[in-house]
Every structure is written in C-alpha cells, then in structure tokens.
C-alpha cells in the first residue's frame, strides 16, 4: 500500500472502532456513545502525551521515562490556579518571631532554600579549589538547610491546621480552569529545564534513570506534602470549563432538546458534557499537532533530526548538542504537563496515587512506538488506537474466558484460573501488541519519513 494512502486509512479504520463502539453492542462494542466519547477524551488527551514523548525521542532520540511526573505537575497546576484561596493560609500579621506566617512563611522557606543551593554553587565555582572551597560550600548547604526547615516547617504546621478534614492547604488562584493548561505546561518546563541541566549530559540509560527518579520524587511530594494539595486526601470538586450536567437537566430548553434527539435528559447532559470535552482536547491537540508539523519540517527540526542521526557529526558542525537537547526536552515535556493539566481538569479530582508509571509511562510509549516515532501523525494514531484497545481487551478477555470454560462447573480449577486472568488481558495484550509491530512494522504503522 502507498504510504499516502496509509495514513487516511489507517485513520479512518481506528474512527470506525469508536463509531462502532458507541453505535454497536456486540462482541466487545458497548453500544453507548458515552462511553465512546469517554474512551474517545482520553484517546485525545493521550495523543497530545504521546506528541510530546514523539518530539523528545522521534526528533532528538531522548528516552523519557519520567511523563507521569510532568503529567503530575500539570495536575498540580489545576489546584494551585483554578481552586478558590483557602481562609487564613496568607495571613498579612507577623508571628511572636517576626516573620510572616502561613503560606508567606511557605513561599519564603521556598525563596531562602533556592538561595541556599544558589549560594553554594558560587561558592563551588568561584572559590579556588582546596579544602577552603569545600568547607566553604558544606557549611553553607548544612546552615542553610537548618534555616530553610526553620522557616518552612512553622508555614506548615499554620497551614495545615486549618480546617484539615476539607482544606489544609494553601488553595489556588481562583482563576478560570483552562488557565491551568498552559501554567501546567510550565510548571513540567521548569522541572524539564532542572532535569536537564543535570542530566542531558550523560547517556540515554542515565538520563532515563534519573527522569524516573525525578518522576517518582514529584509524585512523593504530591502525596506527602499536604500544604500543597491535601497529599493523599486529594483535592476533589475542582472547576469546569464545561456546563455540569445538573444544570443541564433544570434547564427546560435543554431538556426539551434531549426530548427531540430522543434521550433522556439524564443521558443528553452526559453526552453533550462528554462532547464539550472533546471539542476543547480536540483543538489542543490540532495546535500542539500544526506546531509539531511546522517545527518538524524547519530547518530546526532538520538540524533536530541531523543530532538524533549522529551527534558527532553535528558537533563538528558548530552545533551545541546538549543545549538543543535541553530545548526539546522542555518543549515535549511542557506538552505533556498541558495534556496532564486537561486529564485533571476531565476527572474533577487530583489524586496523587493514580500516577502510575504503567499508564503515564509505558502505556504512553507503546503508542508512539506502535504508532511510528519521528513522525507526528503515527504518535496520535498510536495514541488513538492504543488506547481504545487499553478499554476494548478487558471484556475481550471475559469473552475469551467465558468461550473457553463453558460447559465447565463453577469453581472448577481452570475457570477459576481464567476468570482471574481475565483481569490482566490488557497487559498481556499490549506485550503482544508491541511484540508484533517491532517484528512486524519496527518503525511503526506510519513509519517517518
């Protein structure tokens, strides 16, 4: 098949599994298109992910492992910009000490910590080398730390007191919800620029390493910090940018409409609230998707590409190669932490323990690996397909379950066996999946050019 065709086929086959699974409840389908739309908010959401980890490894050959802490941080954002301030976190008098309490004291431990590790690096750099520099550079570390705590922790304690079955924290801005997209995309920037002044400069196996590592302390500070976002006791109720469907429902002149399409308003406000969502991740993703495109086919992406193929060569031509790393680096981390921002917003919740590395991680990968990396439009592909499949295989495996034990009594050993198993179909079959597409198609379903 040509590959100008491919590609609207391939496209086309992975739209007719969402419209069958909304119009047909059969086999595997549901046969509800809100659970299409459903499946189909975060098929967009995780191709927006997947453009972005596409962008690291298909422009730059960078090995991330780190996405579900800049997806984090971009739930994060949600909290600190869109909730309401919380009473008394940001009091204006001064404590016994004469330092400002609550969330000032916070911001100010914060400030006196950057300046800590600011000043020993000064140190560590202007000094002249001997055992001066490095008594110089560990007691201001030690000393600082000791009054960074000091300040810090007496902003804790105030902040966390108050109100701490519903509050806790510090609140947000109160500002509209989809303000929190962008600031998401730069909170996971600023983390991306940190990681990678420190780490750009090893080999890819470090760099995955310490992107894991980084991702597992964000999430440890998420839950730990209950100042923060409330830490395990989540932050729940957070703004929409979409109607909720109550006010649908008492709104007469919807209801009469829901009465025309033939639903009930129950299921018309679910469905219209879903489609919101859709039209909203779908725009994201057609401008981060034309952004992708036009750096891609730049002389930047050109000189992007030239560093991926062989570093050495674009060294001697006067490239910096640590340097355009670091830039890739944040801009597809930036769009993950946005994607991260829209998936926390959707679910109304941030909850720090669902950040788990198999579906902000792995699952992210097999998408653009499938999909085809270095190339745009087979990482939302891959986004697309695999996804539907993460949702489709579960009740496959009931199927298959069901198909292979019948006739068989209840609690016979290999039913028993089955049905437990039918649970772990989904990684099972993104093992098969991945296996195929790298024996078969090792550079993907819609291979770069």
């Given at each position: 098949?040509?590959?100008?065709?491919?590609?609207?086929?391939?496209?086309?086959?992975?739209?007719?599994?969402?419209?069958?699974?909304?119009?047909?409840?059969?086999?595997?389908?549901?046969?509800?298109?809100?659970?299409?739309?459903?499946?189909?908010?975060?098929?967009?959401?995780?191709?927006?992910?997947?453009?972005?980890v596409n962008m690291q490894w298909g422009y730059a050959g960078l090995f991330n492992t780190g996405i579900m802490g800049f997806a984090a941080l971009g739930g994060l954002a949600t909290v600190l910009v869109g909730t309401q301030?919380?009473?008394?976190?940001?009091?204006?008098?001064?404590?016994?000490?004469?330092?400002?309490?609550?969330?000032?004291?916070?911001?100010?431990?914060?400030?006196?910590?950057?300046?800590?590790?600011?000043?020993?690096?000064?140190?560590?750099?202007?000094?002249?080398?001997?055992?001066?520099?490095?008594?110089?550079?560990?007691?201001?570390?030690?000393?600082?730390?000791?009054?960074?705590?000091?300040?810090?922790?007496?902003?804790?304690?105030?902040?966390?007191?108050?109100?701490?079955?519903?509050?806790?924290?510090?609140?947000?801005?109160?500002?509209?919800?989809?303000?929190?997209?962008?600031?998401?995309?730069?909170?996971?920037?600023?983390?991306?620029?940190?990681?990678?002044?420190?780490?750009l400069g090893l080999r890819s196996d470090y760099l995955a390493i310490a992107t894991l590592g980084i991702a597992e302390i964000i999430i440890a500070v998420l839950k730990n910090e209950d100042w923060l976002a409330r830490g395990?006791?989540?932050?729940?109720?957070?703004?929409?940018?979409?109607?909720?469907?109550?006010?649908?429902?008492?709104?007469?002149?919807?209801v009469e409409r829901a009465a025309n399409w033939g639903l009930d308003p129950a299921t018309a406000s679910t469905i219209w609230v879903k489609l919101s969502y859709s039209v909203l991740f779908a725009a994201v993703l057609i401008?981060?998707?034309?952004?992708?495109?036009?750096?891609?086919?730049?002389?930047?992406?050109?000189?992007?590409?030239?560093?991926?193929?062989?570093?050495?060569?674009?060294?001697?031509?006067?490239?910096?190669?640590?340097?355009?790393?670091?830039?890739?680096?944040?801009?597809?981390?930036?769009?993950?932490?946005?994607?991260?921002?829209?998936?926390?917003?959707?679910?109304?919740?941030?909850?720090?323990?669902?950040?788990?590395?198999?579906?902000?991680?792995?699952?992210?990968?097999?998408?653009?690996?499938?999909?085809?990396?270095?190339?745009?439009?087979?990482?939302?592909?891959?986004?697309?397909?695999?996804?539907?499949?993460?949702?489709?295989?579960?009740?496959?495996?009931?199927?298959?379950?069901?198909?292979?034990?019948?006739?068989?009594?209840?609690?016979?050993?290999?039913?028993?066996?089955?049905?437990?198993?039918?649970?772990?179909?989904?990684?099972?079959?993104?093992?098969?999946?991945?296996?195929?597409?790298?024996?078969?198609?090792?550079?993907?379903?819609?291979?770069?050019?």
């Amino acid at each position: 098949m040509k590959t100008s065709m491919r590609t609207p086929l391939l496209f086309v086959a992975v739209a007719a599994l969402f419209i069958l699974e909304g119009s047909t409840n059969w086999w595997i389908f549901s046969g509800s298109w809100t659970a299409a739309l459903g499946i189909l908010n975060m098929a967009l959401l995780s191709a927006i992910m997947a453009l972005g980890v596409n962008m690291q490894w298909g422009y730059a050959g960078l090995f991330n492992t780190g996405i579900m802490g800049f997806a984090a941080l971009g739930g994060l954002a949600t909290v600190l910009v869109g909730t309401q301030p919380t009473a008394g976190a940001f009091p204006w008098e001064l404590g016994a000490d004469g330092l400002p309490q609550g969330g000032w004291r916070i911001l100010m431990g914060l400030a006196f910590g950057a300046l800590t590790i600011a000043a020993a690096i000064f140190a560590q750099r202007r000094l002249p080398k001997g055992r001066m520099r490095g008594l110089s550079t560990l007691a201001i570390i030690v000393v600082g730390f000791f009054v960074y705590r000091w300040i810090f922790d007496g902003g804790v304690e105030l902040v966390e007191k108050i109100n701490p079955a519903t509050s806790g924290n510090i609140g947000g801005l109160g500002l509209p919800i989809i303000v929190s997209w962008p600031v998401g995309g730069l909170f996971a920037a600023a983390a991306a620029w940190v990681i990678g002044k420190t780490a750009l400069g090893l080999r890819s196996d470090y760099l995955a390493i310490a992107t894991l590592g980084i991702a597992e302390i964000i999430i440890a500070v998420l839950k730990n910090e209950d100042w923060l976002a409330r830490g395990v006791k989540n932050i729940i109720g957070l703004p929409r940018p979409v109607a909720y469907e109550v006010n649908l429902q008492a709104d007469p002149a919807f209801v009469e409409r829901a009465a025309n399409w033939g639903l009930d308003p129950a299921t018309a406000s679910t469905i219209w609230v879903k489609l919101s969502y859709s039209v909203l991740f779908a725009a994201v993703l057609i401008v981060v998707m034309v952004g992708a495109q036009l750096a891609l086919n730049s002389p930047w992406g050109r000189m992007m590409r030239a560093i991926r193929d062989n570093e050495t060569a674009a060294e001697a031509m006067g490239k910096n190669v640590t340097r355009r790393h670091l830039h890739i680096f944040i801009i597809g981390s930036a769009v993950c932490g946005i994607a991260g921002a829209m998936a926390t917003t959707m679910d109304g919740v941030l909850n720090p323990g669902a950040y788990q590395p198999l579906r902000y991680t792995f699952l992210i990968w097999v998408m653009v690996i499938v999909g085809g990396s270095g190339n745009n439009w087979g990482a939302v592909l891959g986004g697309f397909l695999i996804w539907w499949l993460w949702n489709a295989v579960e009740p496959l495996g009931i199927w298959l379950s069901n198909i292979l034990t019948v006739g068989l009594p209840d609690g016979n050993w290999f039913k028993t066996s089955m049905q437990d198993a039918a649970a772990h179909f989904r990684l099972f079959t993104m093992g098969i999946i991945l296996l195929v597409v790298l024996r078969f198609s090792p550079r993907g379903l819609i291979p770069e050019k």
